[in-house]
Nanobody, 118 residues
Framework: QVQLVESGGGSVQPGGSLKLSCSAS????????MGWYRQAPGKEREFVSS???????SYAVSVKGRFTISQDNAKETLYLQMNSLKPEDTAVYYC????????????WGEGTLVTVSS
């Protein structure tokens, strides 16, 4: 059974850093891409970053240069290093995965809350 579990969320002051982790299980051989999405209060869920199994990365314009996505395929873990955090980064962050037979992300975690406030 496919399962994604996020961790690492919390509260931080503007300018601070956090590192999110996502532990994946149940589909290591069929997983083609993983990513992070976020949903701020009152807003729609939006793309943050993604990484393919081969290591190609993509970032939303709003986070490029501040966030870094990485993965440890041996540990089946996805990471998101977030630096220079801003209040507008406050959101629930979701881990997502796409199997090679799907054009869309077809597995989602429960989310972890990140709050950036002074």
């Amino acid at each position: 059974q496919v399962q994604l579990v996020e961790s690492g969320g919390g509260s931080v002051q503007p300018g601070g850093s956090l590192k999110l982790s996502c532990s994946a299980s149940g589909f290591s051989s069929t997983r083609c891409e993983m990513g992070w999405y976020r949903q701020a209060p009152g807003k729609e869920r939006e793309f943050v970053s993604s990484i393919t199994r081969g290591g190609s990365t993509s970032y939303a314009v709003s986070v490029k240069g501040r966030f870094t996505i990485s993965q440890d395929n041996a540990k089946e873990t996805l990471y998101l290093q977030m630096n220079s955090l801003k209040p507008e980064d406050t959101a629930v962050y979701y881990c997502a995965a796409r199997t090679c037979t799907s054009a869309k992300y077809n597995a989602w975690g429960e989310g972890t809350l990140v709050t950036v406030s002074s």
